[in-house]
């Protein structure tokens, strides 16, 4: 397998630490209407009247300029989030998400607006430039204490990355990675995937931290190292040059998970609506089409069934 000519077109500059984050998820109870659109706002025609902001789903014309969704996103937006850097395009799983969520919320076309903020100043106290931000923000209580976390849209399941030609390549379920040579970070989700839910036959090789394990891989003192997604398409599109994203475990794979949500204003008017619409894209499959869509198939990453 080869990488996908996107891949290579990633600048080599980008803040790991968006990507490797701590998850805890959240349960906030929402509903939409019966055609699937939440009900009753008017905000993509520009109407004030607004809806009793203590309903099960929000208030969705409470936002920062009225009749218009305002959507952040990082400067700038990487791959497989954002194409090219251009979110207004709805190209890329989390431009795509954004724009299936304001549809859902009654925003579309000219009503929907993007704009840009570091990662680190989104989540701090106070007001924002935005009415809702995702840049792969995993859900955490310490950060729910500065701002609002939406339900999650994606749930960051473990992938392998390996160098072309490794013993891992045209894996399909567990059962072809029992011969093997892992390794993984230690203390890490990945690595006790490894141990619960691959079980291979040879013992993980342990690293203090990432740097270790990526060396490792590219000095072939292992076959393979498993990471959450989005950082392994990183380390493949990116650091490690002729490695590429074997394969990606279903998020029900087992083990501990990531989670990402929107991130809104402490006690928003529009988290609740954000819930709502979330709720409904994923009871009618939209978000698995989507997440399927950009995280699958688009990235060339099969995936490896634990059956």
């Known amino acids: 397998m080869r990488r996908s000519p996107v891949l290579r077109r990633i600048i080599p500059v980008i803040a790991v630490g968006a990507l490797v984050l701590a998850a805890c998820g959240s349960d906030d109870d929402a509903s939409g209407s019966a055609d699937g659109t939440l009900a009753p706002t008017d905000t993509a025609s520009g109407s004030t009247e607004s809806t009793d902001s203590?309903?099960?789903a929000g208030d969705c014309s409470s936002t920062i300029d009225d009749g218009v969704l305002t959507i952040a996103t990082g400067e700038p937006a990487f791959f497989p989030w954002v194409i090219d850097d251009d979110p207004t395009t709805g190209q890329g799983f989390e431009s795509a998400v954004a724009y299936a969520v304001a549809t859902e919320m009654g925003y579309e076309g000219d009503a929907v607006v993007w704009t840009r903020t570091t990662f680190d100043e989104a989540i701090q106290p106070g007001a924002k430039s935005f009415d809702m931000n995702l840049q792969q923000y995993t859900i955490t209580p310490e950060r729910a204490e500065n701002i609002?976390?939406?339900?999650?849209?994606?749930?960051?399941?473990?992938?392998?990355?390996a160098l072309e030609g490794s013993s891992a390549e045209g894996a399909a379920t567990v059962a072809d990675l029992k011969d093997v040579k892992f390794g993984a970070q230690v203390g890490t989700t990945s690595l006790a995937f490894i141990t619960d839910v691959i079980q291979p036959n040879q013992e993980p090789f342990v690293y203090d931290d990432n740097v270790g394990a990526k060396a490792a891989l590219e000095a072939n003192q292992i076959d393979a190292a498993v990471f959450d997604l989005p950082t392994a398409l990183f380390v493949s599109g990116v650091e490690i040059e002729g490695s590429v994203v074997v394969?990606?475990?279903?998020?029900?794979?087992?083990g501990d998970t990531?989670?990402?949500?929107f991130v809104l204003e402490k006690d928003?008017?529009?988290?609740a609506c954000v819930d709502a619409a979330i709720t409904v894209l994923t009871e009618s499959g939209e978000l698995d089409a989507i997440t399927q869509e950009w995280m699958s198939d688009f990235t060339g990453a099969p995936v490896i069934t634990v059956e």
Request: aromatic share 16%.
């Open 247 to 254: 394969g990606q475990f279903p998020a029900d794979a087992g």
């Open 54 to 56: 203590g309903s099960d």
């Open 268 to 271: 928003s008017a529009l988290t």
């Open 148 to 161: 609002d976390f939406s339900l999650p849209y994606f749930t960051a399941n473990q992938a392998i990355v």
């Open 258 to 261: 990531d989670q990402f949500g």
